[in-house]
């Protein structure tokens, strides 16, 4: 079994900043792709930042310039720093890894059970 633990979520006004972290957990092979998505109420969950294994980076354009996604291979982590908070990025945050629990096993999508994230005006 796999787990996809989130962390950090909250209150914050706005200007402000917050760190979610991610930390997968279980029987485990390799990571591939580790990622942040969102979803606000009423709304499709959106890609935010995604990281690959080797570490090459990709950010929705609302974002980029204000979050940074990092992750700790070692710890089988992801981070995502998000500064300049403003109201519009309130939504449950999601967390996302692409992997294989076993060599021989195809790479699998898992997901966490989110942390919501509110910006105050």
């Known amino acids: 079994q796999v787990q996809l633990v989130e962390s950090g979520g909250g209150l914050v006004q706005a200007g402000g900043s917050l760190r979610l972290s991610c930390a997968a957990s279980g029987s485990i092979f390799s990571i591939n792709a580790m990622g942040w998505y969102h979803q606000a109420p009423g709304k499709q969950r959106e890609l935010v930042a995604r990281?690959?294994?080797?570490?090459?980076?990709d950010y929705a354009d609302s974002v980029k310039g204000r979050f940074t996604i990092s992750r700790d291979n070692a710890k089988n982590t992801v981070y995502l720093q998000m500064n300049n908070l403003k109201p519009e990025d309130t939504a449950v945050y999601y967390c996302?890894?692409?992997?294989?629990?076993?060599?021989?096993?195809?790479?699998?999508?898992?997901w966490g059970q989110g942390t919501q994230v509110t910006v105050s005006s």
């Open positions: 996302n890894a692409n992997l294989r629990r076993w060599s021989w096993a195809p790479p699998l999508e898992y």
């Open positions: 990281i690959a294994s080797g570490g090459s980076t």
